[in-house]
């Protein structure tokens, strides 16, 4: 019997209990672009409560991208010691954290917003070496790890999408070529560094010719054969586990996922209560779950749970803190 509260491991990773904190970015810099200091209370409130792993607010890799306003420019000056600061806080709880790269769009030198199809070997290269270098950047802050998100629409996600990607070279055509991108750039971040790599995938795209589930399984191979930690799925609502006893379609995909490969995949997406998280846990393979909104409502609701055994999230899911994009709970 798997319970919330279970010490496990995510990868490398010790946890305290089987919820990770997943990306929320927290608009919490001043006009300077520092963080302010409610953020140093936010983090240490969700650490000290009994979180799994915390996975941080997105950063994006320059100043004109899509989520850029909302979050914390990697960029800045005191970007190395604010956030040591922020990761010294989370560690005294013995709480690992990864920090998450994000990017919608890519300038690779000529075209600010240059997609799948149009940018150069030459410019793929630049991108790596931004992202391993904003790997390295995570690491000098005291990070446990990198987070890239290959999920949603961010731009890794549609490179290795069929949809947007119809290159004709070794980074277009099957999986493993479009997935290149991104393996190559896990593969020197495990060769250099000592850091955990998260990928979060989406498990399927909607789209008429995009990526389909089996071939997101793929491509989660893919990222663990290049060297990847862990796995973590984009939302998707999981509310109802069984619909007239027929099992909840993305729990059969998560099922299958988590048979497909041997590192760890965390399943998120609309849990708010601890009885649908066990049920979730005790159901299926899943070993570790995210959440996200629950925490913007109230930072250290899990202390709670913890001390309870039993809990509701005060979040009410009405997505404005999402919408508005304030990262505050408009409620309470
Ligand atoms: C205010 C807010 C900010 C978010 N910021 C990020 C982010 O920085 N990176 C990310 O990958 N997802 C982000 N998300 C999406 C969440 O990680 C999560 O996938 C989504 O909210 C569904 O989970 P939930 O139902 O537990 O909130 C954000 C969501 C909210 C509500």
Excluded at 32 to 40: A, D, H, K, M, V
Excluded at 152 to 179: C, H, I, S, W
Excluded at 255 to 278: Q, W
Aim: proline letters at 2%; glycine letters at 6%; one cysteine or more.
């Amino acid at each position: 019997m798997k319970d919330i509260f279970d010490e496990c491991q995510m990868g490398d990773l010790k946890l305290k209990s089987r919820i990770i904190r997943t990306g929320t970015w927290e608009t919490e810099t001043d006009e300077g672009g520092f963080l302010t200091p409610s953020i140093y209370d936010r983090y240490e409130n969700m650490a000290k409560s009994g979180v799994g792993a915390i996975v941080s607010e997105i950063f994006a890799l320059d100043h004109k991208d899509r989520f850029y306003p909302y979050s914390t420019n990697m960029n800045y000056k005191g970007f190395i010691k604010d956030y040591k600061m922020v990761t010294d806080i989370v560690h005294k709880y013995d709480v690992p954290i990864l920090g998450q790269l994000a990017f919608f769009y890519y300038d690779d030198g000529e075209n600010q917003k240059v997609e799948a199809n149009d940018i150069s070997q030459e410019g793929i290269r630049k991108l790596q070496a931004e992202v391993i270098m904003a790997a390295k950047k995570f690491s000098f802050a005291g990070f446990d790890g990198i987070q890239i998100n290959m999920g949603n629409n961010f731009y890794l996600a549609r490179f290795m999408n069929p949809y947007f990607n119809q290159r004709d070279d070794k980074y277009g055509g099957n999986t493993e070529n479009r997935v290149r991108i991104s393996s190559e750039i896990i593969k020197v971040i495990k060769s250099t560094m000592d850091m955990h790599v998260s990928c979060r995938i989406n498990p399927w795209d909607v789209r008429k010719g995009g990526m389909a589930s089996d071939e997101s399984i793929a491509i989660a191979c893919e990222l663990e054969k290049a060297g990847a930690d862990s796995i973590q799925l984009t939302a998707r609502t999981i509310s109802q586990i069984y619909d007239k006893g027929v099992k909840h379609p993305f729990l059969v995909y998560v099922d299958d996922l988590i048979d497909a490969v041997d590192i760890p995949v965390v399943l998120g997406g609309s849990l708010r209560d601890m009885a649908t998280i066990k049920e979730v846990l005790n159901n299926s393979n899943v070993e570790l779950v995210s959440m996200s909104k629950p925490f913007v409502a109230q930072a250290d609701f899990l202390s709670d749970w913890k001390e309870n055994g039993d809990g509701v999230a005060i979040c009410q899911s009405c997505n404005n803190c999402y919408s508005k994009k304030t990262s505050t709970c408009f409620k309470y």
